[in-house]
């Protein structure tokens, strides 16, 4: 099934593609002329799954977007302190290229700007590896592939980049670089000039999410630490004098890029990126910003909001074959549910459903096999549903539908926007009813019959006809009232009781609260456990509906003891071996307890 994921984004990247604003950027003429109608959005989370829309796999230069990483790598190699001496964390409130230099120390306000990502070049070692070589090998691991640089756009970069040079010679004035700064100054124009497209982008954001380890490799590109002071100089200056008014209205570390990209990261979760390319008058993608900020509103990501990660997860997944209902079904039906269970699927959920919680839920259910027909959320131990949760969930009902599937919930209190989706109170419920919808689309209506004669009783199946009749004239017939209590805790023996037709509830109460062991429809029998006269009733058992009944009382059984003896031991084989199958199948699936 498509994910409604995938949907959201397509529908948002057709929104925006009218946003026709901005121009691409002009200081490098190699990317003057972009083609403005190219636009790409990527979202990866922190496991490596992408969602991608538009042109992802076209490539442009990374330009900006590549000081985060450049930060990165300076911060592994010299330490915190040895860079913090260099390049200071404060937001200059100036644009990508102003010279924002210290007065007394010639130090950059940080290293999201030109003169900070310079100076940070500088501190990213040259010595066994060549510098350049290390950067490009740091951009490639993060990205999960290997990446190139454009000879082009470098060409370019170093035929305009007058300003940048002039930083470059003032910070070595400084000595905050305290070499020829020529090659540093080269290896900055490189680290701009490296191709990428939107899904090498997202992924690299979402290695950030990831604490520094990138989602598909598993390679520990960045530490935890380097990666903690990378967020938050992004926070605070990714987006350069236009920070304030991002971080109120989207709430994410990001960063743009002159070449049209811009990167989000919501740690913990997810890393988004958008490219187009024409520009504001900030530097940033106009669709990025708008896209960024849609999805941010519309997802529920701004860092005050999803503040609350790692807790929405799936607890545990399985078919209903493994935790069968209560319900007691005839031995063909039993055999017919073996065969098809896996037809039914139940998650079970916990902790908040905020964004990164539902993806990994609706991405699950997208993924199963076709052949899965019904799929159970169990919320009940999900401590918040947020909007974009509810929205997301009825999407996925809506999509599952079309396909002929069905989507059911089992949460103590339904959240009124899902009423369209069936609910339950319970686990138990939502199996009976994937049981018997199992059974009705798969079987005959042999499997569930609604009124069961005597004969056809299966206890009573190793008994002749001339066995069942005598027994059967033995009976007394009534009929019982819904919700009226049939059999109580500490009864003595009451007899057999045959269910003709209708349902009955067996239940104990322990501290007050019932708690609810099988229900029993017809062709099925209960009191037996307490057969031989010395025995109590164990469980309550109350009608579910009008109950039709026939019971061989136990003044009926001391009489057939006394007149028919073999057919009394008869009766007592069979109906033991009935009872010993269904205490033998209660022992199998103890494991999951019906709650």
């Not at 990660?309 to 074959?321: A, F, L, M, N, W």
């Not at 039993?334 to 902790?351: F, S, T, V």
Request: hydrophobic letters at 45%; glycine letters at 8%; proline letters at 4%.
């Amino acid at each position: 099934m498509r994910s409604p994921i995938a949907d959201y984004l397509s529908q948002l990247h057709g929104d925006l593609l009218k946003l026709t604003a901005g121009r691409p950027y002009q200081g490098i003429p190699a990317m003057a002329g972009a083609d403005t109608s190219k636009f790409a959005i990527a979202l990866a989370t922190v496991d490596g799954h992408v969602y991608k829309v538009g042109d992802a796999g076209l490539e442009f230069s990374i330009q900006s977007i590549s000081k985060p990483f450049s930060y990165g790598l300076a911060l592994d190699d010299q330490g915190l302190a040895a860079v913090d001496a260099k390049i200071d964390v404060e937001p200059s409130g100036d644009a990508f290229n102003e010279i924002s230099l210290a007065r007394e120390t010639g130090r950059p306000a940080n290293a999201m700007i030109n003169a900070g990502a310079i100076a940070t070049v500088s501190l990213v070692k040259d010595a066994e590896t060549p510098r350049f070589a290390r950067i490009l090998e740091q951009f490639s691991l993060c990205a999960g592939r290997e990446l190139h640089l454009s000879e082009t756009i470098y060409a370019s970069e170093a035929l305009t980049g007058h300003r940048n040079r002039a930083l470059a010679y003032l910070l070595r004035s400084f000595g905050i670089i305290e070499t020829d700064p020529t090659p540093v100054l080269e290896d900055y124009f490189k680290a701009c000039s490296v191709m990428v497209n939107t899904e090498d982008l997202a992924m690299m954001a979402a290695t950030l999410a990831n604490g520094g380890t990138q989602p598909s490799t598993g390679v520990q590109v960045m530490s935890p630490e380097a990666v903690q002071r990378v967020l938050s100089v992004m926070t605070t200056c990714g987006m350069y004098d236009d920070a304030g008014a991002w971080i109120s209205a989207v709430g994410l570390p990001a960063k743009s890029g002159v070449g049209g990209g811009l990167i989000a990261v919501l740690p913990g979760q997810l890393g988004l990126a958008v490219y187009s390319p024409a520009l504001d008058a900030h530097g940033s993608s106009v669709r990025g910003l708008a896209a960024s900020e849609r999805i941010s509103r519309d997802m529920g990501l701004h860092f005050v909001r999803a503040a609350r990660i790692g807790r929405s997860v799936i607890r545990d997944h399985y078919d209903i074959t493994q935790v069968p209902s209560a319900t007691r079904h005839t031995e063909d039906a039993e055999k017919l549910l073996a065969d098809y269970g896996h037809r039914a699927h139940i998650l079970e959920l916990a902790g908040d459903l905020l964004f990164a919680g539902t993806e990994s839920v609706v991405r699950e259910v997208s993924e199963l096999p076709s052949t899965v027909e019904l799929v159970i959320l169990d919320l009940r131990r999900v401590d918040e549903i947020d909007k974009i949760a509810i929205r997301m969930i009825g999407d996925l009902n809506r999509g599952l539908a079309t396909e002929g599937r069905t989507l059911a919930l089992v949460q103590n209190q339904l959240f009124a926007p899902l009423e369209e989706v069936k609910f339950f109170s319970n686990r138990n419920d939502a199996v009976e009813w994937a049981e018997t919808t199992i059974l009705l689309r798969h079987g005959s209506p042999e499997l569930m019959p609604q009124r069961v004669a005597i004969a056809d009783f299966a206890a009573l199946a190793p008994l002749s006809p001339e066995d069942v009749a005598l027994l059967e004239s033995r009976m007394v017939e009534s009929e019982i009232a819904d919700a009226q209590v049939i059999r109580r805790v500490g009864q003595e023996f009451g007899g057999v009781y045959f269910i003709l037709d209708g349902k009955v509830v067996t239940s104990t109460h322990r501290g007050g609260s019932p708690t609810r062991h099988a229900t029993l429809s017809a062709g099925m029998t209960f009191g037996e456990i307490a057969l031989g006269g010395e025995g109590d009733q164990t469980t309550r058992v109350t009608a579910l509906g009008r109950v039709h009944l026939k019971v061989l009382s136990a003044e009926a059984i001391t009489a057939l003891e006394a007149e028919h003896p073999e057919l009394a031991l008869r009766f007592w084989k069979a109906i033991a071996r009935d009872a010993y199958t269904r205490v033998e199948a209660y022992l199998k699936d103890s494991g999951h307890p019906l709650r």
